[in-house]
């Protein structure tokens, strides 16, 4: 399985952009898809996922960005989109596509037990 994560940028506070995540290697519709971020000097943490068939495509996101964020999937075109609204100066980091294929519910958060990583994209949001 490869990721390729795109769409990052420099943005103003209040702007918006959305993210990209191409994935390829592998029966996408049975990944669960998840977005991770790592700001300088602090853990990468946890900002969305979208869980696969078997999950209902069901998506999940941590409090800092419900009502802001927005992941989606396309099965056709085997990508997962973030889109990131009302964007604050703290959501800078670096932003990183996850997949896999067999994780459970209650593990979907941590980083640990996702297999496959893309190459990360820099969002910069400006206050």
């Known amino acids: 399985v490869q ?17 990209s995540c191409a994935f390829s290697g592998g029966a996408f519709r049975w990944f669960t898809m998840a977005w ?10 946890f900002v969305a996922a979208s869980r696969g ?15 802001r964020f ?16 009302s964007l604050e100066a703290e959501d800078t980091a670096v932003y990183y596509c996850a997949a896999d294929q067999r994780i459970i519910l209650s593990s979907i958060r941590q980083a640990a037990h996702y297999d496959y990583w893309g190459q990360g994209t820099q969002v910069t949001v400006s206050s």
């Open 36 to 45: 991770f971020r790592q700001a300088p000097g602090k853990e990468r943490e």
């Open 3 to 19: 990721l390729q994560a795109s769409g990052g940028g420099l943005v103003q506070a209040g702007g918006s952009l959305r993210l």
């Open 70 to 85: 927005t992941i989606s999937r396309d099965n056709t075109k085997n990508t997962v989109f973030l889109q990131m609204n």
């Open 53 to 67: 068939s078997g999950g209902g495509y069901s998506t999940h996101y941590t409090d800092s960005v419900k009502g």
